[in-house]
């Protein structure tokens, strides 16, 4: 009988390290270290690597500019790009679902907004409004339909990724004979525009004078975007009871349900949020380059699922964080351009890419056995 | 004893929950046929029957998560349909499961307060208040006499007592009005077992209806004022505690078969009893006590 066992066995029982089951465990209260709870977060892996990876470049690349200002703002450019999708692939992921659609919605946006800007002389404003109705109509049935149906929203949002990333390219071309188009600063709003979207820092130091010439970096407007994306994302994450939702409708949809969690509702607000992350990166890209093309994102969903994974995220839900998933962009907008730094041929970057998300998922898989390891 | 039994229960009115023919089919399986059933304000009713007899599908009727395929249910005398288990948990109906319906990542206090969560502040500011969740997790379960490490640690690394501990903790702290409980003391010692018991005669105390799933007898009888017998989705009817004695519970609970293997089964029963239940008997004898204060208190109240 477990009673029984575990009287006769108290001194075993200390270390807390096998704990039975019992009734008396006052003793085993005050046993939680404030550094466990931090090594046991699911980032922390990332975190680590991402510290890793850095020093590593910064040994190789360091004296080819990866150190500079100028190295950092465009690795960091590249993260936040990717930063802005993961964050929100990182929230739907822990919810337990999917989203490749999320690189086709990028192009299509974009599209819209300036076919609606260029070719019907909309006000940049109300284009980019009806981009963003698109994309949230889109998250919607993308939503609706996993929910309704019950099917993996791998396979639903793949055949959405096709859909919408076909009907564009036929559209545009009809309307406009091409599968791009350019001159959105000359549309009407497109100053305003480019301040909140595609404003860049110029930050120069002169490393109080350690340094002989002057470094210069030009930071995007786009990198405050994603940290403030990520900041709300974790503030919802752990902070309010939607977070809380997520983490239990990715954990278990079932379970969930039983205790009142509108467990669809989560889901499609989900999808919605990540055509909604799909929607801001198509703009950032349409106000700086001032134009758009159809086949803008495309592969950047799995991109943006590698990145959460990297951060920590398990792919079947219910455990992660948006965190990771910055430290997972950033990890590769570092190595994207690190490697550039480094002097070796752009072209080895999936080769880096592939071994580092295996590496990471195996770093990871120890880190959560350690955290949630039945301690019996 | 065929005769459906009046309730004898310390209030009179309409049940708290009643379920009126109800049918549950899942596809061709008929899982329940024609199931009568109701629990008033401080009653305890024992839901008895073999394995797969139907038991949780009835209680999850009650609990919003299947909606029946026929027959009513009615909520102190109105009837309802639950679109959903928070239609069942605005009502005051607050379930534990048999599988527990806890996450094994989240953490205790988030699995606490999850789909009810305590929140301070306003408007955009209102945020999940973790600090009261933490700590009325922890008090609530202390009132069982379960001392959590940690509030934060994922529940998948409780034992699987401290899970069921957790889940009936809950459900003691959200179930306003009808508390139900799907085989609550299975995974537990003896000791948290008589919590258990001691936790349903509370709450039968304070006037809460109670439908207690039960395969154990001796569990079953001390706390049980009318049994429900289900066999094979069907009803055996409803017996009021002064209608049977616990021999015949057992024999209710065997699906009613021969005398003779009852026979046997209680010759065993008792066997145990003798050899490894002293405990249990002290406990049970304790607990019969308690049970019977608790009644009196609240016959007086
Ligand atoms: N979702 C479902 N789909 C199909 N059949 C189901 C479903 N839920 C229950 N059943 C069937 O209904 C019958 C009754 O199951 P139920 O779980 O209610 O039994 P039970 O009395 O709780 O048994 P136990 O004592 O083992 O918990 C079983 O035959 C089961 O296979
Ligand atoms: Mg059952």
Partial sequence: MGAVTAEMLPMAQVNAAAPAPGPARDERVLRTSPLRSVLTRPEIGAAFGTVAIWIYFAIVAGDSGFLRLGGTATYLEVGAELGILAVAVALLMIGGEFDLSIGSIIGASGMIMALLAVEYGWTLWLAALAALGFALVVGFINGAIVVRTGLPSFIVTLATLFIIRGAIIGTTRLITGRTNLGDVDETVGYDIARRIFATRFEISTDFFGMRSEVDTGSFPISILWWLGLAALATWVLLRTRFGNWIFGAGGSPQAARNVGVPVNRVKIILFMTTAFAAWLVAMIQVITFSGADVLRGQGQEFYAIIAVVIGGTLLTGGYGSAIGAVFGALIFGMVRQGIVFAGVDADWFQVFLGAMLLIAVLINRFVRGRATESRR | ?301
């Fill in chain 2, 1 to 301: 004893m065929s005769q459906p039994a009046t309730p004898s229960g310390t209030t009179s009115g309409p049940p708290l929950v009643e379920v009126r023919n109800v049918s549950k089919y899942f596809g061709s399986v008929v899982s329940l046929k024609d199931i009568s059933m109701s629990v008033h304000a401080g009653e305890v009713m024992c839901l008895l029957g073999d394995n797969g007899a139907g038991k949780s599908t009835l209680i999850k009727i009650f609990a919003g998560v299947h909606p029946p395929s026929e027959g009513t249910m009615l909520v102190e005398g109105r009837e309802v349909k639950f679109g959903s288990p928070r239609d069942a948990l605005d009502a005051g109906i607050a379930t534990v499961y048999q599988d527990l319906a806890m996450i094994p990542l989240m953490s205790v206090s988030r699995n606490f307060f999850l789909g009810s969560e305590p929140t301070k502040g306003f408007g955009p500011f209102r945020r999940f208040d973790m600090a009261r969740a933490d700590r009325t997790t922890r008090d609530e379960l202390a009132k069982m006499g379960i001392h959590i490490r940690d509030t934060s640690q994922p529940v998948g690394t409780l034992s699987g007592g401290e899970r069921q501990s957790v889940a009936i903790a809950r459900a003691v702290h959200f179930g306003a009005k009808v508390l139900i409980l799907d085989e609550p003391t299975a995974a537990l010692g003896v000791k948290e077992a008589g919590v258990v018991l001691r936790y349903i005669a509370q709450a039968r105390g304070r006037g809460l209806g109670v439908i207690f799933i039960t395969h154990n007898v001796h569990h079953a009888y001390p706390v049980g004022d009318r049994f429900t017998l289900l066999n094979r989705g069907r009803s055996y009817g409803t017996f009021r505690k002064d209608e049977v004695s616990r021999e015949e519970v057992v024999s209710m609970m065997a699906g009613g078969e021969e005398l003779e293997q009852l026979g046997h089964e209680l010759a065993e029963m008792a066997h145990q009893d003798r050899e490894a239940g002293k405990e249990m008997a002290d406990t049970g004898r304790q607990f019969a006590e308690e049970a019977r204060a608790v009644r009196d208190e609240g016959d007086r109240g």
